[in-house]
């Protein structure tokens, strides 16, 4: 695999890795004790640490990342093996 090939697949894994760690370790105001501004979302975070959030994703990211390409190169996972309903060996006949 080239390794503009190898970054982009990365810097998709970083992007969907956003949407999973953005849930985690946010709290509220309410939750924190303090006072909502008038027009705040109730779900609205008290304080939001950016540079926290994106060292978490570029962990998640990078393990994420890390076994794709060992699937890759070891073959772990492959088309046919998620192929259930067998047509794969229809094709070939």
Not at 16 to 42: I, K, M, N, Y
Request: glycine share 8%; no cysteine; proline share 4%.
């Amino acid at each position: 695999m080239r390794w503009t090939s190898a970054l982009a697949i990365y810097v998709l894994f970083w992007a969907f890795s956003v949407f999973l760690v953005l849930p985690f370790g946010v709290r509220t105001t309410e939750e924190a004790g303090g006072e909502r501004v008038p027009g705040q979302a109730d779900s609205a975070p008290h304080e939001f640490r950016a540079g926290r959030v994106a060292l978490r994703v570029t962990i998640v990211a990078t393990i994420l990342f890390a076994l794709f390409q060992l699937n890759y190169y070891y073959g772990w996972i492959t088309p046919l093996s998620a192929d259930y309903l067998g047509l794969a060996n229809m094709a070939v006949r």
